[in-house]
């Protein structure tokens, strides 16, 4: 790749002279102009980025790092964020951080060392004081999965309150063997939802059966496994409690045939389509990303103002067929 000095010899101009052109200043003539565009086109130049933000102190973009850019409670969080970095005139820079917590650290600290004016950021791993010393000079705010170990600012949906109001909806239909399939069980959403399935079952006097807890079930295969399992049961479940969508999705393929009662936290695509409809706890993605980009501008131009740290907001029921099968 050519660098500046390369594309300035060639066009018999000086390298400040490049970077004038290439940011459109009027003050370089238009002789000098077409003759450093055309070395530009023909040695394929672009600029430097990081050297860019470097000399300007910060990037004009916001990052957005979550688990799976395709997941589509994450695509609509990256989509808000994006637009509300649209509106005050910055990039959006997205990446997935995948399944792996080892490789979340690599991946986000990528995204920091182009000096962003902010990052949200939906964790995979559970420990993140090592973001501390990034925090002095970048605004970083987390999104539907909230730290553990670091004081930053959060946007979570009310994981505990939902899965009661989720496995409480069962127990009113009737099921007092109530099966909880989640994701891993370290992260801090599946805490609080398997806390707030615990709570319905003590306040219904149902008993708490650690055999009916199942982890790792947002994919197929190992979603049908734990079905297969939780049927062999002397006694089964006759409900299910979902903790995420993509465990729900998973569920879809899994009970093909064998409809069983299902309440879900977050609403998918399809919820509304499949038959029996999911019955879920809506979310507001959207929202979470929106609000955690505009809390990124609050910081950034209001920096010594006193914010609440942590929102929580409120997730509703949404009653379709598949709790009354």
Known sequence: MATMREVAARAGVSPKTVSRVFNDDPHVTPETRARVERVMR???????????????????????????????????????????????????????????????????????????????????????????????????????????????????????????????????????????????????????????YRAALERAGIAFDEGLVVANTARREPARAALDRLRSLADPPTAIFSSNARTSMSLVYALAGRPTPVVGFGDFPFADAVTPAFTVLDQSPARLGELAARRIFERVEHPDRSLERSITLDVALLERASCGV
């Open 42 to 196: 023909e040695l394929n130049y672009v600029p430097n980025a990081l050297a860019t933000t470097f000399r300007s102190g910060r990037s004009r973009a916001i990052g957005v790092a979550v688990p799976d850019i395709v997941d589509p409670f994450f695509a609509a969080i990256a989509r808000s964020v994006e637009g509300v970095a649209r509106e005050h005139g910055l990039s959006t820079l997205v990446t997935s951080l995948g399944e792996d917590p080892a490789e979340e650290r690599g991946a986000i600290e990528s995204l920091l060392a182009r000096q962003l004016t902010g990052l949200v950021l939906a964790p995979v791993g559970t420990v993140h004081s090592w973001l501390a010393r990034w925090q002095g000079h970048t605004s970083i705010v987390f999104v539907d999965r909230a730290p553990l170990d670091i004081v930053a600012d959060s946007f979570t949906d009310d994981d505990r309150g939902g899965a009661v109001a989720g496995t409480q909806h069962l127990v009113e239909h009737g099921h007092r063997r109530i099966a909880y399939l989640g994701d891993r069980l370290d992260l801090s959403t599946e805490i609080n939802r398997l806390a707030g």
